[in-house]
């Protein structure tokens, strides 16, 4: 049953690459629900489906069984150019490595996806540089990625991962390549953003950037095995609850 | 824990009463090492035993004030000067746990670990929630300071926790493929499949 606060629900996803006996099943019968409102990380091994689940989740990849859907449409249901669209306006990917075109600008770079989608230069570059603004970065809108720190870099990748709107915001290590103290500031960004309504997801393998999430799911072998949930703030303020 | 010292080191500050020396204590810490007032009278009592303080008559509501002695202060100089003692490391209920779940017939030691990971990971998400939603992080205060690093301190411990789970898993998973090996001789015990979940699964 799907809600209409779930902005994000994989069900019964099973991931097969390659076919035969090298066929490997990166993920299998993977339920998965993101909620707006909601940040969820996702830990497990290198190895362990996380980037397949991500992928499958903003339609860059198809499931070999099971369905993903994002506010309410089955991905598998729409055609490429519904998919691409849905893909610019109403989710958005930060990746590791930023993946920013060097040749643009902050601000350009932030811009693209809604021009893409059609919307007038002038229009998505003010929007950009709102988004830019809302990242703590709007003083930085003419700059080059060359010319940015890795953090600053991420900041705009992220800008643009929820520029117009966008209601889900997937993150696969998107602190993986910075110091502690950026990832942190990264983290709060991302927070942020949920708790302004958007449902994210992020993949991590370190335990205490996945503590930013409101649940966080283990993933063995293409499996879910277990899952945390939310607990009250002031647990700890009761003593020898926590321990 | 020690009490004692703490006790000290806060009335290096100023003369204080039982309750007053609890509150400060808290102040800095949180909540994370509750201290009844009861133990707070006695440590007291122990203290001025010992001469590291004396009574300082009572207030106008009657509570009994303790200020520190000189012997006080040079013992609380000492304790900063001194690392805490690591030559006999704490003795740890998790390592001994799956020391023994790996050595004991019959416990699926996957399960013991993932079920700690995921309640370390909830006391590491409410310690996180604690630190975005509690007083303002290292403002000028310096109780605020201090309770933030404590903070910090649990988070850090709940961290590298987590990371010694992962990293016994991965021994235990490796450790079943190489006997699995041994017992297929031939079989090349690298690079081939995956290993299977270790137990945590279904
Ligand atoms: N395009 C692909 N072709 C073949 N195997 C793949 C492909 N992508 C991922 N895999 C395999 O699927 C499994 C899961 O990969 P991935 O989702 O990248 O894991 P993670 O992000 O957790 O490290 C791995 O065994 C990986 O080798
Ligand atoms: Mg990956």
New binding site residues.
């Given amino acids: 049953m799907t809600r209409s606060t779930d902005v994000l629900q994989l069900t019964g996803v099973t991931r097969v690459?390659?076919e035969g006996a090298t066929a490997?099943r990166?993920l299998h019968s993977v339920s998965f629900i993101a909620s707006a409102g909601e940040l969820v990380a996702v830990m497990?091994p290198?190895?362990?489906?996380?980037?397949?689940?991500l992928t499958l989740a903003g339609g860059l990849d198809t499931p070999t069984e099971g369905t993903v859907a994002v506010e309410g449409r089955d991905l598998g249901s729409l055609r490429q150019a519904e998919l691409a669209r849905m893909r610019r306006t109403s989710i958005g990917y930060v990746f590791q490595d930023f993946n920013l075109i060097p040749a643009l600008t902050a601000a350009e770079n932030v811009a693209m996806p809604l021009e893409l989608d059609g919307a007038r230069t002038r229009k998505a570059r003010d929007a950009a540089r709102t988004a830019l603004e809302e990242v703590g970065i709007g003083d930085l809108a003419d700059r080059f990625p060359d010319q940015m720190s890795g953090g600053q870099q991420q900041r705009v990748a992220i800008a643009r991962a929820v520029v117009g709107e966008r209601r889900l915001i997937l993150a696969d290590e998107p602190t993986g390549a910075l110091d502690t103290e950026t990832g942190e500031e990264i983290l709060r960004l991302l927070r942020a953003r949920c708790d302004a309504g958007a449902a994210g997801v992020l993949?991590t393998h370190e335990a205490r950037h996945a503590a930013w999430a409101d649940r966080v799911v283990f993933?063995r072998d293409?499996v879910v095995v277990d899952e945390t949930g939310s607990s009250p703030v002031d647990a700890l303020l009761e003593p020898g609850l926590t321990r | 824990m020690s009490v004692k010292q703490a006790l000290l080191a806060l009335l290096e500050q100023e003369p204080m009463y039982g309750y007053q020396l609890r509150a400060e204590f808290e102040q800095r810490t949180g909540a994370t090492w509750p201290l009844n007032v009861g133990q707070v009278y006695t440590t007291l009592t122990r203290l001025e035993r010992d001469g590291l303080v004396a009574g300082a008559g009572s207030d106008d509501e009657g509570h009994v004030v303790y200020r520190i002695t000189d012997t006080g202060r040079a013992e609380v100089a000492t304790w900063f000067t001194t690392p805490v003692n690591r030559t006999q490391p704490p003795r740890d209920e998790l390592a001994i746990k799956l020391a023994l779940a790996v050595t004991v017939p019959g416990v699926d030691v996957g399960t013991v670990i993932q079920q700690q990971r995921s309640a370390t990971m909830a006391a590491l998400q409410d310690y996180t929630r604690l630190k975005r939603s509690g007083r303002a992080p290292a403002s000028s205060d310096g109780a605020d300071l201090a309770w933030t690093l404590v903070l910090d301190s649990l988070v850090f411990a709940a961290e590298a926790e987590i990371r010694w789970l992962d990293h016994c898993e991965a021994r235990v998973r490796r450790a079943a493929v190489e006997r699995a090996a041994q017992q297929r001789p031939g079989t090349p015990s690298e690079g081939a499949a995956?290993p299977r979940p270790s137990g945590a699964t279904s």
Avoid: M, N, Y
Wanted: glycine share 30%; proline share 0%; charged share 5%.
């Fill in positions: 690459h390659g490997v990166a497990g290198s190895g362990s489906g996380k980037s397949t689940l993949v993933l293409g | 995956a």
